[in-house]
């Protein structure tokens, strides 16, 4: 065995890399592993799979936890490729075959570490010991892993997502333009490695872009599969992780969630949802809305839909019905579109037209369709039940009251009669055309900040 190539090859692995951010998660997933080997003392050894999101440095922990236990004078094994694993102990550090002749050679209660990202399914044999701590990092891509979690009892740990102010240091302490990297990070979510990846070229932006594009295809053709392989960990096509994130719940158990994290990953998604049959599109809605930590990415995208559709002028009038109430209703198509109370305001009858508020004070209600004086607050949403309203439609009342026919005095929106009857109706589904499909880009794109940038906060912990 050739020492100084040995040498050489542990010297190599990711020596690409000019800074490492020791990050809060590495000392956290340090601390976690250390005490379950503690609690295991003369019993079964420790077992742990670290995984999440790629991107966000899991391999790194290994360099980590190498020199912690290193800094501690504990003896560790490190894998280096799929020959060949360092051993660093009181006679400083050798070279072995990771076949399983070599287990002997490690000392009883030593970490060995080992990655995925040579393409292994699993750590090497020589660490296949009940004397020795095994820690094995991968992305959730299932082939990585899936037989060796079978055979072994396996801790799994997720690793948790970058935030804003970590990307922000590292950028700073790479010497890495800061402001583009926090655009990088709101338009494509918390990775590290494409962000850095694009901001050193600049020219991978398109490739990714159409790995982004591709990966919304490939969900929204096979969502059911793709959903389902997603829900299991299971993350064995790169294209979906450029879609969903896995991230740690916020309340503090460590429990892992799904989320679609920024606005432009949720249009591209909805662009490619779009063209799609009635059917997927309904059994995305369905799915998404029954899993917590996804459900309000998709009712923003079922919004959005919805505003294209009732702000549609070639529309056919849409029927709803009353509760107790055979007669079908029609809401009316609109004339012209309006944004924003500032422009509703400043209308003349006669009034025909779909307005989209904007202002919180129109709490629960997403649009507005009038006609004359007649007046339908529309609430759009994908849960079985509707949110209040009473605030909302008491701020279109005013704004609508102010806008009666010829004066303050004028014919009052019907609605001001009596009590507010409650309609319901479905928004008909399918393939959109090109230009709705347009429509909805621009749509997306202009209530981006209405997106829901957290939506971990409902999740309860629940992948």
Known sequence: MNYSEDLQRFHDLYTHFNVVLVRNEYKLAYGSILADT??????????????????IGISLLLFYILSRRLEERQPVAFQIDASIFALFDEGGVSFHPTSALFTCII??????????????????????CQRVHV??????????WKGWVKQAFVVEYVMDIWSLEELRTLLTISNLDVQRGEALFRKYGPSPRIIVAILLNPEM???????????????????????????KFHFDSHLSSTIFIVQVDISGSRQHVLRIPTPFLASTIALALSRQTAAQQANFFTTLTHHPSLRSAAAWIFENYAHVYFSDPNRNPLQARLLNDSNPYSIPTPGRIIVGSTALKAIQPPFNFYWRPLDPIFNG???????GNNVWALQFTTSDSLSSTTNGLDAVFEIMDDNADGSPNGPKPDWAMGGTPVYACGLPLGAFTEKDQRRLQDVSDEFSETYPMDQRADSGGIL
Do not use: H
């Open 365 to 371: 209600v997403n649009g507005v369709v009038r006609a």
């Open 38 to 55: 503690l609690q295991n003392t003369g019993r079964l050894k420790s077992t742990f799979l670290v995984t999440g999101q790629p991107g």
């Open 205 to 231: 932006e398109a490739a990714y872009l159409r790995d982004i594009q591709a990966g919304a295809v490939e969900l929204a053709v096979n969502f059911s599969t793709v959903f389902s392989d997603i829900r």
């Open 107 to 128: 000392p009883n209660g030593a970490w060995a570490l080992s990655d995925a990202v040579q393409g292994q399914t699993g750590p090497c044999a020589a660490f296949d």
């Open 135 to 144: 820690v094995y990092t991968s992305s959730p891509a299932s082939r990585n």
